[in-house]
């Protein structure tokens, strides 16, 4: 079955940087878009940057854009996401989801997610 295991995250301080990493396994991982979400406490999920299969088409959340950077290697079937500038109000949980469709788009909406992993935490002091 599909497995996604997201690790990196951890506590930071205001400016600093983080990388994460979401391992996949149990598909044909270069087919599928990937993406990056978050849910901080008593927020619903919001969606932070997503990739196509190939890599070349990146996709990002406003609030994130210029900060942030979302890879891949495929060789490796994990997708990043670099995090830098890092502000209080990025603290949240962070899962890495696997897209429905096969050679789709990096898309912002989550229902368009079939696959998601368990999370890990990032916490931002100031």
């Known amino acids: 079955q599909v497995q996604l295991v997201e690790s990196g995250g951890g506590l930071v301080q205001a400016g600093g940087s983080l990388r994460l990493s979401c391992a996949a396994s149990g598909l044909t991982f270069s087919s599928y878009p990937m993406g990056w979400f978050r849910q901080a406490p008593g927020k619903e999920r919001e969606f932070v940057a997503a990739i196509s299969g190939s890599g070349g088409n990146t996709n990002y959340a406003d609030s994130v854009k210029g900060r942030f950077t979302i890879s891949r290697d495929n060789a490796k079937n994990t997708v990043y996401l670099q995090m830098t500038s890092l502000k209080p109000e990025d603290t949240a949980v962070y899962y890495c989801?696997?897209?429905?469709?096969?050679?789709?788009?990096?898309?912002?909406?989550?229902?368009?997610?079939?696959?998601w992993g368990q999370g890990t935490q990032v916490t931002v002091s100031s």
């Open positions: 989801a696997a897209d429905k469709n096969r050679f789709g788009v990096p898309r912002r909406q989550a229902a368009g997610y079939d696959y």
